[in-house]
Nanobody
């Protein structure tokens, strides 16, 4: 079982940039996992932001396409979510999710606030 830890959240201005990180606290490689980022605002359902397959495929929610980038650094055993030009509606808790076979692990989330 993984113990995923997200980091990098905080306050960002609209039009700015922020990079979120996801790694296992025990330094387990995520290379074989499908890793996805989700976000959840108060009163809203958790929604997919972006996903990265173990084979290198990526997919994005419509609102993330062209502005967000999901990537992996195998050496650092970390998956990133680069957020460029975030919008105020992107204020949410961002969660990392890793799936491999019957394993489905979530982190505790990191808060992102998009505000001038």
């Amino acid at each position: 079982q993984l113990h995923l830890v997200e980091s990098g959240g905080g306050l960002v201005q609209p039009g700015g940039s922020l990079r979120l990180s996801c790694a296992d606290s025990k330094a387990t490689s995520l290379s074989f996992y499908t890793v996805k980022w989700y976000r959840q605002s108060p009163g809203e359902q958790r929604a997919l932001v972006a996903g990265s397959g173990s084979g290198g495929s990526t997919d994005y929610a419509h609102f993330a396409r062209d502005r967000f980038t999901i990537s992996r650094d195998p050496a650092k055993k970390t998956v990133y979510l680069q957020m460029d030009n975030p919008k105020p509606e992107g204020t949410a808790t961002y969660y990392c999710n890793a799936v491999l076979g019957g394993f489905n692990d979530w982190g505790q989330g990191t808060q992102v606030t998009v505000s001038p």
